[in-house]
């Protein structure tokens, strides 16, 4: 009798690096695999910033994951002395008085116990003067919310799961058959075999390939996402943090943005889904409809960075579950393996609320929520 449950966590980004320490701190002997390292420039997780915020919509339970989240991201920070998140303040603009999603977010915030001030228009124009507000009829400022470090968060997390005992190797698994169940080990890209008790596939939008008949493209869709970082004039104090706040423009496309930070410039990304994407095999340049879309934005938004110069790109993909809730159940036929991933392109700073549900499920045998499981697309 082996005294630990033995765990292979396949996928170090978000989902899974943090999946991987928490089951270690619950006792379990974990192995976690990368097939090109946690934060890698293919995975979701890759790249350098992701927003940390609670305003969520009638969408949940989100709010309340994003502020659990967020404690034990500070906790981390605390407990590895370094530090991802950075606390700008998130400000979610809405150009009606009625806007759903911004008024269904309130007493959701009030709830997770999210701090945050509702502005009128005038108010964002007179502390944000770099912003042009004419069309914003009010805000949601969360003053206590910012961004994350995404690469480099992963990496630590990883270091982390090392330091306390965790075995990480950079080896990718074979999509064999993983359908069939794993009963010989799970097939490594070296031609070996690695045997455990329990299985967590966190590989984000490659769940689809790993999977194609109980995930395939129909539950997890990749899209390509362009986003286009900006330089700010020399000496510029205005689009860089501290004195703007990340921001979320939620107009007839949604249009987000992190001031320049660490030297990289003006982040700005439309969150509209984009063409369909293989995380493995696809270009990562970006298209010139949508730097000119952006352009004509800042121009609208932010009149003096119009014209500025793009100084860098990056393509990522969003790995879509139909309904943007995240996945996390049981493989139907195989109970040893477990599925995390449909992110939707919100699922980063939740990385660490998701480790810590995962690993209790796993280590206590309970069943997911139904919000998460798979059945819920049969319904
Ligand atoms: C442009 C963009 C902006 C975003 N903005 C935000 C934001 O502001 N806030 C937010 O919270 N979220 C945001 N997201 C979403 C968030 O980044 C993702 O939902 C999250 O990072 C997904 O993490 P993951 O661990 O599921 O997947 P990934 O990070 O993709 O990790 C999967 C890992 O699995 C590995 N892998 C795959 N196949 C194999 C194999 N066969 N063998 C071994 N390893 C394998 C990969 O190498 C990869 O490292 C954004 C995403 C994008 C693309």
Known sequence: MRSKSQVVV???????????????????????????????????????TR???????????????AARALRLWKEHETRWARQFFHRTGVLWIATSENARYERSSLPMLREAGIAYEELSGREVGQRWPQMNVEDVRWAIYESESGYLTARTACQAVVEGFRAEGGEYKQIA?????????????????????????????????????????????????????????FGAPAGDACFAEPKLPVWADNRDRFIYGIPAADGRGFKVADDTRGPEFDPTSGERAVSEAGLKMIRDYIAFRFPAMKGAPLI????????????????????????????VGGGSGHGFKHGPAVGEIVARLLMEDEDPDPLFQLARFEK
């Open 10 to 48: 396949v996928g170090a980004g978000a989902f899974g690096g943090w999946t991987a320490l928490f089951l270690l701190r619950r006792g379990a002997q974990v192995t976690l695999l990368d097939a090109w390292g946690p934060g890698n420039s293919r995975s979701s997780s890759g790249g350098e």
């Open 51 to 65: 927003i940390m915020r609670g305003t969520y919509g009638p969408d949940q339970p989100y709010t309340k994951m």
């Open 173 to 229: 698994v074979s999509p064999r058959d993983l359908e069939a169940g794993i009963r010989d080990g799970l097939l490594l890209s070296d031609g070996s075999r690695l045997a455990a008790d329990q299985f967590v596939f966190a590989c984000g939008p490659w769940l689809s390939q790993l999977f194609p008949e109980t995930i395939g493209a129909r539950r997890i869709r990749p899209t390509k996402q362009d986003v286009f970082f």
């Open 312 to 339: 860098e790109t990056r393509v990522c993909q969003y790995e879509n579950s139909p309904d943007n809730h995240l996945i996390i159940d049981r493989h139907p036929k195989a109970k040893n393996i477990w599925l």
